[in-house]
């Protein structure tokens, strides 16, 4: 009987990545450019709080370019381009669920680093995927929205588990669905002790300023390192 081999490939594919985006970071780091890897399901309010949020750091001074990932079509590109007038370019993943940190460089090279402070990267939407991989981000913002419970944390917990600032979105339907903030929070608490929580509403303009303000005092200290 001949010998089989049994090769670990997600091992493999992940080591491998990890070592990019490491590449990547430092990279990024030496061109004092922050890299924000935004994740979370589809519809949870990616494009609506970037632009948003875009338009606040922009008045605190910060250079800010867009990539926006996606199976297909340019609708978020055009989207956060034309309502934030910051560099933007799509990036089609060719049918993969997730951004890799190899896809990520090429974006990275591809919109430029110069001239810029801050890069947001919208991750594909899924809570699964995007968790595996780490793309060379300095931080990562995982949105939760309302419509879709405060359980998600138990079912997909590798996602709240790498997340660094967690932004629970439409807040202003909270009267409307099943949710408790409190709840949310002690589920994520318990996989990640490091957390930081961010209810707000992007559509109504209530809790965005917080989170700019974290994310401005979080890129000026990257800035020192």
């Known amino acids: ?24 970071r430092e990279q990024l780091k030496k061109n004092k450019v922050f890299l924000i890897n ?22 605190m001074g910060f250079r800010i370019g867009v990539m926006e990932a996606d199976m297909d079509a340019v609708v978020d590109a055009e989207t956060v381009g034309n309502l934030t007038g910051v560099k933007t370019i799509q990036l089609h993943t060719s049918g993969e669920c997730h951004l890799d940190a190899k896809m990520v460089s090429e974006g990275v090279e591809a919109i430029g680093e ?14 699964v995927c995007p968790a595996e991989f780490d793309t060379g981000a300095a931080l990562k913002l995982v ?21 660094d600032f ?11 669905f099943d949710f408790s903030v409190e ?11 490091n957390a930081r929580f961010f209810p707000l509403s992007a559509k109504k303009d209530e809790g965005v300023d917080k989170l700019a303000e974290a994310i401005a005092s979080r890129a000026k200290e990257f800035f020192k390192e």
């Open 1 to 24: 009987m001949s010998e089989v081999r049994v090769i670990k490939v997600k091992q493999s594919v992940l080591a491998n990545n990890d070592s990019r985006a490491e590449l990547l």
């Open 38 to 59: 935004v994740m979370s399901s589809p519809g949870s309010g990616k494009t609506t709080l970037l632009v948003n949020l875009i338009n606040k750091l922009k008045s």
């Open 143 to 163: 949105l939760l929205s309302i419509p879709e419970g405060d359980d998600k944390p138990l079912k997909y917990p590798l996602m709240f588990r790498v997340g």
């Open 114 to 127: 110069e001239g810029l402070d801050i890069i947001f990267l919208e991750n594909i939407g899924n809570l």
């Open 166 to 176: 967690f932004a629970f979105t439409k807040l202003d339907a909270l009267s409307v």
């Open 183 to 193: 709840l949310a929070e002690d589920h994520i608490l318990k996989l990640n002790p």
